[in-house]
């Protein structure tokens, strides 16, 4: 499935002969560490036991990591409206939104990064390849994927227990030019400890023409950080800015236009993993279908709403028919699906 170092060719169709075509993504991700999620509906007992605050993301070391994993099943809530209690799937802030934009929005999308020979590596790519995510991008390496244990309880809000220590990494002086020709659109994340990669990745996609979609992540614990000036701040920075404010929607800028949005769907999440991400699958469709500040603001809040009516960060096709029918309400036409670009 590819040699350690170079780039990760894929297909769907594994009995081929002939050279893969492969059709340039208009919008590739940069996640560095491919990222397995162990998603799980659990009871407080186990949130109380485990190291660190309830709620937010804490790095653990792969011992503890195992350890909660033998502990889930122990502690796992009655299944939901037939959901299955535990799932594990590919995950990461920059997968999930590349993930949505190809599998509900039907945009051309791929991702850069790396992923271990291992198990969970191949899982990673089976999955995101379901989604027609292209893939050609990913470094497959000798050595282990990064997995994360994404506890849920019963409100829907989650715990999350990374393990990255001992993952395979995309390293800068590996990004090439020819990683982003081609694309219109960069999706980044932040994260204090890839600033080397995700400055050259920026570089790189400049030279290419590309715009470049940061999410600078949540802060947990900060409670002085107003939306407002968060936004004015940005939008000195950056053509669109964007505040999403969980259940209370989200707050946009774009030169002197001001949008307010409210949150849409449920108010009870089943599972609040990947809201922000599957927000950023919806607003990057609208910036890309060229769509006023305001339905890119709506369509990010049918799509968030979409992926929290399950566990994970991957919309269920039932989930994206509701999200479907959201957009159809709000007067926005959803995405012609029948035609893949």
Not at 262 to 278: Q, S, Y
């Amino acid at each position: 499935m590819g040699v350690e170092g170079e780039p990760l060719f894929w297909t769907k169709d594994c009995n081929t002969t002939t050279a893969v075509v492969n059709v340039l993504p208009a919008i590739v991700g940069l996640q560095p560490a491919a990222l397995v999620d162990h998603v799980a509906r659990v009871d407080w007992s186990l949130l109380d036991r485990i190291p660190g605050d309830r709620g937010g993301s804490q790095q653990v070391a792969a011992e503890d990591l195992q350890q909660i994993l033998r502990e889930v099943n122990a502690h796992v809530l009655p299944t939901l409206n037939g959901f299955s209690p535990v799932r594990t799937i590919a995950g990461g802030s920059v997968a999930n939104t590349i993930r949505g934009l190809a599998a509900g929005f039907g945009l051309s999308s791929g991702l850069i990064g790396a992923c271990g020979d291992d198990n969970q590596g191949h899982l990673f790519i089976d999955n995101m390849g379901l989604s027609d995510v292209d893939l050609t991008r990913i470094r497959m390496k000798k050595g282990s994927t990064g997995q994360c244990v994404c506890l849920v309880d019963a409100d829907g809000n989650r715990t999350m227990r990374p393990c990255l220590s001992t993952a395979v990494k995309l390293q800068a002086n590996e990004l090439q030019r020819g990683d982003f020709h081609g694309s219109k659109w960069l999706v980044i994340r932040y994260a204090h400890f890839n600033m080397e990669i995700i400055n050259m990745a920026i570089k790189l996609a400049k030279l290419e023409g590309l715009c470049v979609s940061m999410d600078l992540a949540s802060f947990e614990g900060r409670t002085d950080i107003r939306p407002e000036a968060a936004l004015n701040f940005w939008r000195k920075n950056c053509r669109w800015a964007v505040v999403t404010l969980g259940p209370k929607g989200c707050i946009a800028k774009h030169g002197n236009e001001i949008v307010r949005v409210p949150a849409i769907g449920e108010l009870h999440a089943v599972d609040a993993t990947g809201a922000g991400d599957l927000f950023a699958s919806g607003f990057l469709y609208g910036l890309v279908k060229g769509l006023c500040l305001e339905d890119c603001c709506t369509i990010g809040s049918c799509s968030g709403g979409a992926v929290i009516r399950a566990l994970s960060g991957e919309v269920k096709p039932d989930n994206w028919q509701w999200m479907y029918k959201q957009m159809k309400a709000k007067g926005i036409s959803p995405p012609d699906l029948t035609s893949f670009k």
